[in-house]
């Protein structure tokens, strides 16, 4: 896509008037730039419908960017992500990156962005369309009214936690991770999942290992005097380790979950299995920084990279596609859009329509003896795209 990396040079004021919001791609490794184009093409259909125009550029970030440049993600490059309303990432890594040791590897990139915009809020919502509790593991009396929202603090606790590093010492190998946390770190947090669970069941459930660790100690303390804020939302603390058990046995009893950055990684690929397929399931991590229309964000689906698949239609994009409709709703200001999408892709569900990761192994012809229609990522999208812009498609 060269011509995004053209007018990437160009002054900001040229384009400014041209177009409504600056998104940059971040398509990355492996189904990456797979699900990125679909998710572009929705976007772009969503703002043909509502009224609006995005102007796409793209960079470099991930094993790619390793490969052509050294490193996983270049400043000049962040210095154009600057620039944005909001990012959108497909994936990044793969097997050909994946030395743990190596001093330059893709994951990297992914940390230079959180800190660089400082995006302590990572949302990763799981909703499961009743249309595909059958690809799920849990049974679907156990699926119904499943609508999680985890909240994971994302720029804080042991990823970042200094010192961290191995030794040699006279009698062995010793390494060391640091867990800190700052009250003003959890506090923020806080502050997001007390606030979308005022505007969603009003429950809220504070996920820490209290019994053992001091910032867990810490950490229910703050979000207790936080919630001293929110008297309609019911608080309650609970215990990672039991949390992990409950997740896969009644994830219904939970809402909105808000947890440290270690908890939350684990937490929410587990709950992400509830979907199915990781396929299916969006993210947004948000920090401080403002745009026009609301906040600036990195927009991504819960799934990795699939080197396996990549290029051969085979991904499936709606993870992505909902990332879209998050940004939509957290970034550019436009919720009508956003909900169109939402609606869009339940549409194109509903009507039997099954990218191969939803489709438990089963081909073509088995499933449409099921009634249902299997697809690649672009027919996926066009059906997608299609609802987008037919005026039944949602709101509006
Ligand atoms: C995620 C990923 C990353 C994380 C890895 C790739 C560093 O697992 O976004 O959940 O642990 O944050
Ligand atoms: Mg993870």
């Known amino acids: ?119 302590f809020a990572n949302l990763r919502p799981v909703t499961i369309l009743p249309e595909l509790y059958d690809a799920s593991p849990l049974k679907p009396e156990r699926l119904v009214g499943v609508d999680l929202m985890m909240v994971r603090e994302l720029t804080g606790g042991l990823y970042f936690g200094k010192p961290s590093g191995e030794e040699v010492t006279p009698t062995g190998r010793q390494a060391v991770d640091t ?49 001293a804020e929110y008297p309609d939302v019911k608080l309650e603390h609970r215990l990672v380790d039991s949390t992990a058990m409950l997740l896969a046995t009644w994830p219904a009893t939970l809402d909105v979950i808000v947890t440290e950055n270690l908890f939350g990684d684990i937490l929410s690929d587990e709950a992400a299995v509830l979907a199915g397929s990781l396929g299916m399931l969006p993210s947004a991590s948000l920090g401080t920084k403002r745009t026009t229309h609301g906040t600036f964000g990195l927009y991504e689906p819960i799934h990795g990279s699939a080197p396996d698949i990549a290029g051969k239609n085979l991904a499936n994009p ?9 940004m939509l709703r957290e970034s550019l200001g436009h919720v009508d859009a956003a909900l169109a999408v939402e609606a869009a892709v339940a549409a194109a569900v509903r009507a039997g329509a099954r990218t191969a ?40």
């Open 1 to 119: 896509m060269s011509s995004t990396t053209e007018s990437a040079a160009l002054p900001l004021q040229q384009r400014s008037g041209t177009f409504d919001h600056r998104v940059v791609t971040i398509p990355g490794d492996g189904v990456g730039p797979d699900v990125v184009a679909a998710a572009r093409r929705v976007l772009d259909a969503a703002g043909s419908r509502f009224g609006f125009t995005i102007e796409w550029l793209e960079i470099a970030a991930g094993g790619c960017a390793i490969d052509a440049h050294g490193v996983a993600i270049r400043e000049e490059d962040l210095q154009i992500a600057d620039t944005a309303d909001a990012l959108l990432l497909g994936a990044v890594g793969g097997p050909k990156w994946d030395n743990p040791n190596a001093s330059v590897r893709p994951e990297q990139a992914l940390f230079a962005l959180r800190t660089r915009y400082e995006l």
């Open 179 to 227: 867990l800190p946390y700052h009250e003003d770190e959890i506090r923020r947090i806080a502050v997001v999942a007390f606030e979308l669970a005022r505007k969603r069941s009003k429950r809220l459930a504070s996920i820490d290992k209290a019994n053992v660790l001091a910032t867990s100690r810490l950490w229910r303390k703050v979000v207790t005097e936080v919630g």
């Open 318 to 326: 709606i993870g992505t596609i909902l990332s879209g409709a998050m």
């Open 357 to 396: 990761d939803l489709a438990g192994g089963a081909d073509a012809a088995a499933l449409k003896l099921a009634g249902l229609t299997l697809v690649g990522t672009r027919e996926a999208t066009d059906l997608i795209v299609e609802q987008v812009l037919s005026a039944k498609g949602g709101a509006a």
